[in-house]
T-cell receptor, first 111, second 113 residues
Framework: SAVISQKPSRDICQRGTSLTIQCQVD?????MFWYRQQPGQSLTLIAT?????????ESGFVIDKFPISRPNLTFSTLTVSNMSPEDSSIYLC????????FGQGTRLTVV | DAKTTQPNSMESNEEEPVHLPCNHS???????IHWYRQLPSQGPEYVIH???SNVNNRMASLAIAEDRKSSTLILHRATLRDAAVYYC??????????????FGQGTILTVHP
């Protein structure tokens, strides 16, 4: 299993600003993923973040809006750029071993 | 991705068994059946997974139909802490899509004291 820590756990941000979410895994993992969960909805995959390569984005998500870093096998960041109220969601990171393990999520409110 | 179908909600009483069904009629021969649950205000949590044979672990049992077109997650004695959204997800064995999870709406399980 893996323990995943996300920071911050929640934030309230002004529109037009950016927020960087950090995800730390307690063991080395090849594959990490970022998801978004809009209010009352299920999870939607934003991108795959593998160490040593650029992130791969799902349809509807672009690098300019959600830049991702993956500097090593235990850490990743997701930035939500130029935020608008529509970006208010829970953002979750995930690390995959045999099963997928998730952080507690970052609850973002954009005002 | 092969699709899964789950009931929107189910209810149970505490200490009774719960059977959560999932239909996946378009499952491919190499897809694994995974179950995750999401407790309120938490990230999803891995529950169990299987390919063809029934599986048991400390959290639950997974019963897989012989034709693999459906499966059932079994909680043997529901507790109040089992109240969550339960997701049935199909996942390929490897390749570039390995690890990517496609979440449906899941089943909201309510457990009554």
């Amino acid at each position: 299993s893996a323990v995943i820590s996300q920071k911050p756990s929640r934030d309230i941000c002004q529109r037009g600003t950016s927020l960087t979410i950090q995800c730390q895994v307690d063991s080395q993992v090849t594959m990490m993923f970022w998801y978004r969960q809009q209010p009352g909805q299920s999870l939607t995959l934003i991108a795959t973040a593998n160490q040593g390569s650029e992130a791969t984005y799902e349809s509807g998500f672009v690098i300019d809006k959600f830049p991702i870093s993956r500097p090593n096998l235990t850490f990743s960041t997701l930035t939500v750029s130029n935020m608008s109220p529509e970006d208010s969601s829970i953002y979750l990171c995930s690390a995959v071993m045999e099963g997928a393990f998730f952080g507690q999520g970052t609850r973002l409110t954009v005002v | 991705d092969a699709k899964t179908t789950q009931p929107n909600s189910m209810e149970s009483n505490e200490e009774e068994p719960v059977h959560l069904p999932c239909n996946h009629s378009t499952i491919s021969g190499t897809d694994y059946i995974h179950w995750y649950r999401q407790l309120p205000s938490q990230g999803p949590e891995y529950v169990i997974h299987g390919l063809t044979s029934n599986v048991n672990n400390r959290m639950a049992s997974l019963a897989i139909a012989e034709d693999r077109k459906s499966s059932t997650l079994i909680l043997h004695r529901a507790t109040l802490r089992d109240a969550a959204v339960y997701y049935c997800i199909l996942r390929g064995p490897g390749g570039t899509s390995y690890g990517k999870l496609t979440f449906g709406q899941g089943t909201i399980l309510t457990v009554h004291p």
